[in-house]
């Protein structure tokens, strides 16, 4: 199967950071993102590559040549012309085969190919999209699905006052050869002239949800957070850190989960943490908090009234002379209703809500931990989801049916002295 990726563009909004460049050799951490996009590919088998080239095709040729160096084989499709996000698709049409993806060249993506093809032949689709929640809901093209995941509309950057699901186009697709055919002559957008064709057509276009690492670098703030997310990755995958920790969830793991705690006198300790504490401690464990409070971007309170309250459960925790050494929390959540209720610039997806890793890599990373030897303990899937993604060993200490079908934990046990004392080495 084929992957046809875009590289013809010339960079605009970023030119402060890849000069004349074209886009896909834009460097990202020391390696243009192209490059990246690449592995991906290969990681899933998927290494038969055409790129599209137009701007600075030659300069993308003398790079990548035929592919051997990189463990795929690229042909070119080049653009003569100018010919829009899905004129240079039709342009490679002799190239592609039944199915074949649609990737671009300049979005750091860490999209698990397989199981998008997989969706992608269950529903029987003309086309599907892989959609995400997005970390600028209102600055981007929301997607609309029906029930069985069917694309009904796009919504192109919605008003704060409408309402909508925050799922995103994401700019990963798998096409049916046919979908060539309903391309037109000359210059033609993906979005504006295709999409609408695809949604009325009759297998239609389907929405592949993910929250897989994905992010444009449209803005200098997102392509920093892209080389963070690329450092911290190196860390973890590469075993830099040496430290053993026990990550703890918060809410139902060491306090009370009464609702959501959203106040200082909602909090009360579970029994045996502080001892737990104490206990891990002694067993030479560093012990760090992560948190999801999205009572924060639901406008319950506000980031000083979390901290306030992450501040009493520690404090709480130590009072056996344990000592918990940092606390990681996110305030965001993807819904983006409410948009007009207080601290609504926190509704958005993110990539610290745990079951998303973020939170917990970035704790691996700041304090030197080896993931190998830390565990974590959560009451939720989410949580096990999260520590299963960082690789490190998960404790579920709340009821079994909790985590139905989404997760596998490594060990359950009824509390967080227990773990301590029975399952922590
Ligand atoms: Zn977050």
């Given amino acids: 199967m084929k992957v046809l990726i875009t590289a013809g563009g010339k960079g605009t909004r970023l030119k402060s950071l890849s000069g004349e460049l074209p886009k896909p050799l834009m460097p990202v951490c020391g390696k243009p993102v192209l490059e990246y996009v690449i592995e991906t590919c290969k990681s899933h088998g998927f290494c038969d590559i055409v790129l599209l080239v137009g701007y600075g095709a030659d300069q993308i040729k003398e790079h990548f040549g035929d592919g051997s160096g990189f463990g795929v084989r690229i042909e070119y499709s080049l653009e003569e012309e100018p010919l829009g996000t899905a004129g240079c698709v039709k342009n490679a049409a002799a190239l592609a085969d039944d199915d074949f993806f649609l990737l ?210 520690k404090e709480l925790a130590e009072a056996e002379g344990g000592k918990i050494i940092d606390v990681f929390y996110c305030p965001h959540h993807p819904e983006t209703q409410h948009a007009d209720a207080p601290y609504s610039e926190y509704r958005k997806a993110c990539e610290c809500r745990k079951p998303q890793a973020g939170m917990i890599l970035e704790a691996i990373y700041r304090h030197g931990i080896d993931p190998g030897k830390s565990y974590l303990i959560g009451d939720s899937w989410r949580d096990i989801v999260a520590g299963n993604r960082a690789g490190v060993t998960t404790i579920f200490i709340g009821e079994k049916e909790g985590l139905k079908k989404r997760a596998d934990a490594s060990h359950y046990v009824d509390g967080v002295l227990k773990a301590a004392l029975e399952v922590i080495e």
């Fill in 104 to 313: 671009h060249g300049d979005v750091y993506s860490e999209l698990d190919l397989s199981l998008f093809f997989k969706f992608h032949k269950e529903k029987g689709a003309l086309a599907s999209i892989f959609v995400h929640g997005s970390t600028h809901p209102y600055d981007t093209d929301i997607v609309e699905l029906n029930s069985e995941g069917r694309v009904e509309g796009v919504l192109h950057r919605p008003g704060k006052d409408e309402r909508f699901v925050n799922l995103s186009n994401a700019g990963s697709f798998i096409f049916r050869r046919e979908v060539m055919e309903l391309i037109g002559e000359g210059k033609q957008n993906l979005e504006r002239d295709l999409f609408p064709l695809l949604i009325s057509s009759e297998k239609g276009l389907f929405g592949y949800i993910s929250d897989d690492y994905t992010k444009d670098m449209g803005t200098p703030d997102r392509f920093a957070a892209v080389e963070k997310h690329i450092v911290v990755k190196q860390f973890v995958e590469e075993r830099k850190g040496t430290k053993k920790a026990v990550l703890l969830d918060r809410d139902g793991t060491l306090n009370k989960e009464v609702g959501l705690v959203d106040s200082l006198d909602r909090i009360e300790l579970l029994p045996g943490v502080a001892e737990a504490v104490k206990v891990l401690n002694g067993k030479g464990y560093l012990l760090i908090i992560v948190t999801n409070q999205p009572q924060v971007a639901r406008g319950m309170c506000s980031i000083e009234e979390i901290e306030a309250m992450n501040a009493r459960v």
